[in-house]
């Protein structure tokens, strides 16, 4: 384990090996704070090291948040010190029909995005709130707004994600620890591959720079500002999915998300 420099604040960053975690992470860095990291799959050490080159230390924690299993690796990894940021972000989608892909696949997704960022979550913030302070970043998504048709489990995850962060912002008002929900759009990252949505329009039109989503969350965070929808264009969607019929949404998903439509693009609509 890393030797971790006492006078560095701790920021918890969950996904932090590839995209936005890993601009938040670096973010927070910059910022001063040591890090405990966590993901999966990705290449940790690679972005552990990328950290550490700008003075912080670093404990990296390969592990499924998924599981409970996963979530006690990370809590390890904490070991009991103060937590002044916790940035919920691991998650990852999943395209195609409902019906189309293994349920183990959509389990998967739920049990990241919901039930394993509500782990972390409950485990860390009860000691900020004790202590009086701390300041939590869960990375929603503008997706939680629309039925998303193709991609239906995760816009789902992503609605329940949405509002738990305004719901926990509110039961903690007053406690000194604050909760900010980043709401991204289409952001270019590693998240279109690892959901199999390739050919999918939404994956190869124009996306937002993860850099600049970060660095949005980031500052409405410090802020303890309760949300942040990222890049105006993002803006003016979230705007119109509160007039436009849920079923004018799910067709508008339908024809961006469906297997095939990067293919059609120009073509059908
Ligand atoms: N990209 C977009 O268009 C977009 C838009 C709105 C919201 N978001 C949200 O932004 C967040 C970050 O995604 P991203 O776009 O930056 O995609 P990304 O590049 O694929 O990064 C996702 C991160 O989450 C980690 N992760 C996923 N499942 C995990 C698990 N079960 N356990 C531990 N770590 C896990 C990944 O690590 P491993 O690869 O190692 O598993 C990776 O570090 C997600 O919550 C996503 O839903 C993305």
Known sequence: MASIDPVRPLAVVTGASSGIGRELARLAAQDGHDLVIAADQGPLEESADSFRALGAGVDAVEADLSTAFGVDKLMLAIAGRPVELLIANAGHGLGHGFLDKPFSE???????????TLDVLH???????????????????????????????????????????????????????????????????????????????????????????????????????????????????????????????????????????????????
């Open 106 to 116: 959509a389990r998967h997704v739920v049990d990241t995005n919901i039930t394993g």
């Open 123 to 269: 485990r860390v913030v009860g000691a900020m709130r004790k202590r009086g302070s701390g300041r939590v970043l869960i990375t929603g998504s503008i997706a939680g707004l629309t039925p998303g048709s193709f991609q239906a489990v995760y816009n789902g995850t992503k609605a329940f994600i949405d509002s738990f962060s305004f719901a926990l912002g509110n039961e903690l008002k007053d406690s000194g620890v604050s909760v900010t929900c980043l709401m991204p759009g289409a952001t270019e990252t590693h998240f279109f591959e690892r959901a199999d949505m390739l050919d999918t329009r939404l994956a190869t039109e124009d996306k937002a720079d993860a850099a600049d989503v970060a660095r949005d969350g980031y500052e409405a965070m410090k802020k303890g500002q309760d949300r942040v929808v990222a890049d105006w264009k993002n803006k003016v969607s979230a705007a119109m999915s509160n007039v436009i019929p849920d079923s004018v949404l799910a067709e508008q998903h339908r024809r961006t998300a469906e297997p095939g439509s990067a293919r059609q693009r120009g073509g059908n609509d």
